[in-house]
């Protein structure tokens, strides 16, 4: 039978606790030797500030549901401490750091793709409930079935943001670069061709007067912009001795040091995923 239980954190703890305590008692003879590293399986569906989770014991019959804060402190007071479980949840926002400090309190977590997860994307009953049990059940059967992805290392996340962060200012860059220009061939006028390395200095000179109050500000910002990226760029170099082998793809023509440490970080900085070099190409879409 299911039990309902509170969404206070502390009452689910006592009662997962409890749903748990009962996966632990010993088998007898050969069935010792056939139960699982874990005593209870859980489905977790991620959301952005509320989660909701199945738990099912071995014989896959569900003893606990609840919901649970996106937060890690909330995770640590349901999942400290109850013996190890294998928890499944969806690749998203928030399973980086959730996988990571579930591990952390000793649990087999599985990340699932959800590109591959059709039962969950295409189904009639989507709501939180229903796919916090689809989850746990795929993840009791076979986890294969979930086709689980390896997150990134905390550092991985990390320098890759530094990346993303950098290709955010070069597109907004870029965005009011455009514009500016829009909206002088409007009035008749035009902007000499340059680069975005020196488009503020001469976009300043050129810009007609009667656009200057709306105009200069902007242009103001693409100086400020390219000023950024060049620092994100020195930040992108540094890190690239952090990974060895960003320095043999430096050596082909053509490859610097930002396109060589977003090739390392984009595949996990894990070689071993792939057992041939064309499956990283498959990979990345190419």
Not at 121 to 130: F, G, P, Q, T, V
Not at 146 to 155: D, G, K, N, T, V
Not at 175 to 201: C, Q
Not at 221 to 239: F, G, S
Request: net charge positive; proline share 5%; hydrophobic share 40%.
């Amino acid at each position: 039978m299911t039990k309902t239980i509170s969404t206070t954190v502390t009452t689910t703890a006592t009662d997962l606790d409890v749903a748990t305590e009962r996966q632990r008692e010993p088998a007898d003879g050969d069935a010792a030797s056939l139960t699982p590293p874990y005593h209870a399986v859980v489905g977790l569906d991620v959301g952005d500030r509320q989660s909701h989770y199945c738990v099912l014991d071995l014989q896959g019959d569900v003893v606990a549901e609840g919901a649970v804060k996106t937060t890690e402190a909330s995770l640590r007071v349901l999942f400290e401490g109850k013996g190890r479980m294998r928890i499944a949840l969806e690749a998203g926002t928030h399973s980086p750091w959730m996988s990571r400090s579930l591990i952390a309190l000793g649990h087999e977590v599985l990340v699932a793709n959800p590109r591959k997860l059709r039962l969950i994307a295409e189904s009639d009953a989507k709501h939180d409930r229903a796919d916090a049990r689809l989850l746990a059940r795929l993840a009791h059967v076979g986890p294969a079935l979930l086709s689980p992805i390896r997150p990134r290392s905390a550092q991985t996340q990390i320098d890759l943001a530094l990346i993303r962060a950098r290709e955010v200012a070069v597109q907004t860059r870029t965005k009011i670069v455009n514009a500016v220009r829009g909206m002088v061939k409007s009035t008749g006028h035009r902007l000499p061709a340059s680069p975005t390395l020196t488009f503020a200095r001469k976009a300043t000179d050129a810009c007609p007067e009667a656009l200057q109050s709306a105009l200069l500000p902007l242009i103001r910002l693409v100086q400020t912009l390219t000023d950024d990226i060049a620092a994100y760029d020195r930040l992108v170099v540094e890190n690239a001795r952090a990974y060895p082998e960003t320095q043999a793809i430096q050596t082909i023509h053509g490859v610097g040091a930002l396109t060589a440490v977003a090739f390392v970080l984009v595949l996990n900085n894990d070689r071993s995923r792939f057992t041939r070099s064309r499956d990283v190409g498959c990979y990345l879409g190419l």
